[in-house]
């Protein structure tokens, strides 16, 4: 897989698990996931989700496994809070830090006021990637709340269609996502039964690295997702995931295991 769209990866694998709407969901929970490349383990996802009450708190870790980390250790640790308005997730906080392909990241992002993010911290900096102008991040939200809104009508209305402008602290995209159908679905250990599949499709704006083929790099990015209920009492969340590589075939991204945490059990803590 190309390297400019493994950060993007990890990103929708993580923001997708935050498929819930806060009424609905009175306790956190915790999912884990594997990534699989070309049939290889090659990395492991787990998330923390709080979504009960007005407010929501997502806490992904991401890291990578067998050759791929000895090769390039990646781990990383994603956190996202904001409240709900209705529909519309508001994002206060985002904060990415740890190792990414062996190179140490980090990206501090607060809303001082609704749909305008302030970037308090980016490392590395970048010299050679095109920046994304100041009108283009206006109205923007992190990945994981946007991925947290379009999911959330999936509980709501049973569809998966919905849109959000994305600003990572790099990278201006528009994310649009749509209905494919229903379909049974078994995963050993994990899931079996009814899913609802969603379509996704991501294309960069603008923070092109100035080394990358532009044209290559803004071509639409696709990937199927399939929703379902693992645990009967709770809403949807993603049991499946599949990214198409142009060059080695399918990324997947599998749930190996949910569980409720008790109420009011404290969730792992996130420092600057």
């Known amino acids: 897989m190309a390297s400019s769209r493994r950060p993007l990866l990890a990103g929708c694998a993580a923001g997708l ?4 709407p806060g009424a609905a969901w009175a306790d956190p929970l915790l999912a884990r996931y594997e990534i699989r490349f070309a049939g290889l383990h090659v990395m492991d996802v787990e998330a923390e989700l709080d979504a009960g009450g007005p ?15 000895a090769l390039s250790r990646t781990e990383t640790v994603t956190l996202a809070e904001g409240a ?28 001082l006021s609704p749909g305008q993010p302030s970037l308090q911290r980016l490392e590395p900096v970048e010299p050679d990637r ?19 809104k379009l999911a959330r009508a999936v509980t709501l209305t049973g569809r998966c269609e919905g849109a959000a402008a994305v600003y990572d602290g790099r990278r201006r995209s528009d994310v649009t996502a749509w209905t494919e159908g229903v379909q049974p679905l ?23 690295r100035l080394d ?36 080695l075939g399918t990324v997947r991204v599998t749930l190996t295991g949910v569980t409720p945490l008790r109420s009011g059990q404290e969730l792992a803590q996130h420092r600057d």
Do not use: H, N
Not at 59 to 69: C, N, Y
Not at 84 to 101: D, F, I, K, Q, S
């Open 55 to 69: 407010r929501y708190r997502i806490l992904a870790r991401t890291k990578s496994v067998g050759l791929a980390g």
């Open 212 to 247: 990358r083929d532009a044209e290559e790099v803004r071509k639409p990015q696709r990937a199927t997702a399939w929703l379902a209920r693992p645990l009967p009492d709770r809403p949807a969340i993603p049991v499946r995931i599949e990214l198409p590589s142009r060059w």
């Open 130 to 148: 095109e920046p994304v102008p100041e009108p283009l991040r206006r109205g923007t939200m992190d990945t994981l709340s946007a991925l947290a």
């Open 186 to 208: 078994q995963l050993a250990g994990a899931f079996t039964g009814e899913s609802l599949r969603c379509g996704f499709e991501s294309r960069v704006l603008a923070g092109v």
């Open 84 to 111: 709900w308005r209705g529909a519309e997730p508001m994002p206060l906080r985002y904060r990415l830090e740890g190792v990414w392909r062996g190179e140490r990241r980090e990206v501090a992002m607060d809303w």
């Open 17 to 20: 698990l935050a498929l819930v």
